[in-house]
């Protein structure tokens, strides 16, 4: 749920820093350069929030953007940040280069690309999981309809409840992070019509690092009869899957596939494909649709379940152990993949 409900925003992977941190500019120690592809054709920059590491979140983004680069014949280049000081450098640094698209990823780079936007009406961006608030003609921005998913993550738990009871421990309690709750509540209801629905905030001073009241949250939950349980606390979804596991419930994940972290407790996860938003991203903006706000969702491949997913059977999720929920899932996808089924999103009322 990129902090985000990536659970990055969910940026829920936590994040290793690997390798050694080079400079860019006068004290950017936290910043780790990668470059790739030294073609003849156009060059892409892509600066991270954080270190990729073991980031599957950014790895996809990073993958994205060579993948573009490969596509023409291109060079790609990868500033890794790791605090709000680096990110700055790192968002100047690239600018310097004059790329031809600078990509960044996550909603801590909306006001340094807005500014750098005004200062530098020729140069390219494309803001990923995020937009400025203002709109430019120079910035793109592609962005992520994960109430879809998360409507059929809840429709999982619907079928899957043996108490009736599905609930969600969510990071605050705003539009944005409701994506990750109200939709879960909803799914469950279309599967199963008299289930029940709770949600929990983390809330606090580190409500997207704090892994233990979310646990408390959870926990909260489960003592109170809930057995499936969305987790969208970020980084703090770790303590949420503790608490599943040991009272026997079963917890969903977010951004990408969390079941390694906890096998025969998360059932599935809401997946964003950053991918594929990086690499049509690009395509749009060379294509002289700079300036436009994309949305991906089920239809546009950029949202989906680990369970939709080929590799289901070796993902360690729950779900893949019930392949009748599955086709259950499936026939919900591709009724709001044609437009007969419509989830509401939070974040738009």
Same mark, same amino acid.
């Given at each position: 749920m990129s902090r985000r409900p990536r659970t990055r925003a969910l940026r829920l992977a936590a994040t290793v820093a690997t390798g050694a941190l080079l400079a860019t500019g006068c004290n950017a120690a936290a910043a780790k350069k990668e470059e790739g592809g030294q073609g003849a054709g156009p060059a892409f920059t892509l600066v991270t929030p954080d270190a990729v590491g073991q980031n599957d979140f950014l790895k996809l983004s990073?993958?994205?953007?060579?993948?573009?680069?490969?596509?023409?014949?291109?060079?790609?280049?990868?500033?890794?940040?790791?605090?709000?000081?680096?990110?700055?450098?790192? $968002?100047?640094?690239?600018?310097?280069a004059e790329p031809a698209v600078i990509v960044l990823v996550g909603f801590e780079f909306a006001d340094l690309v807005a500014r750098q936007a005004e200062a530098h009406p020729d140069q390219k961006f494309l803001v990923v999981d995020a937009c400025t608030g203002k709109t430019y003609p120079n910035v793109s921005c592609a962005v992520f309809r994960e109430h879809e998913a998360v409507f059929l993550a809840g429709a999982e738990a619907g079928l899957l409840t043996k108490s009736g009871k599905v609930g969600a421990v969510d990071v605050i309690d705003t539009p944005q992070f409701r994506r990750y709750s109200d939709p879960f509540a909803? @799914?469950?209801?279309?599967?199963?019509?008299?289930?029940?629905?709770?949600?929990?905030?983390?809330? @606090?001073?580190?409500?997207?690092?704090?892994?233990?009241?979310a646990k408390e949250q959870a926990n909260s939950l489960i003592s109170g009869g809930t057995d499936q349980v969305m987790a969208a606390a970020a980084a703090g979804n770790y303590g949420v899957f503790e608490a599943a596991k040991?009272?026997?419930?079963?917890?969903?994940? $977010?951004?990408?596939?969390?079941?390694?972290?906890?096998? @025969?407790?998360?059932?599935?996860?809401?997946?964003?494909?950053?991918?594929?938003a990086v690499r049509k991203g690009i395509e749009q903006v060379l294509g002289g649709q700079a300036g436009a706000t994309a949305s991906y969702g089920l239809k546009e491949g950029g949202i989906s379940l680990t369970g939709l997913e080929e590799n289901v059977a070796g993902s360690q999720c729950v779900i893949a152990q019930h392949p009748q929920v599955l086709d259950r899932v499936k026939q919900l996808r591709d009724q709001i993949v044609s437009g007969e089924l419509k989830v509401d999103d939070p974040a738009a009322k």
């Open positions: 990073v993958d994205g953007l060579k993948t573009a680069a490969k596509a023409r014949s291109g060079s790609s280049r990868v500033y890794e940040s790791t605090d709000a000081a680096s990110r700055q450098q790192n $968002v100047q640094a690239a600018v310097d909803a @799914g469950a209801r279309a599967t199963t019509p008299s289930s029940e629905a709770s949600t929990r905030f983390v809330g @606090g001073q580190s409500p997207f690092n704090d892994s233990a009241r040991a009272k026997g419930a079963f917890a969903y994940g $977010v951004d990408v596939n969390q079941c390694p972290s906890a096998p @025969g407790t998360v059932v599935d996860n809401v997946i964003k494909k950053t991918d594929v």
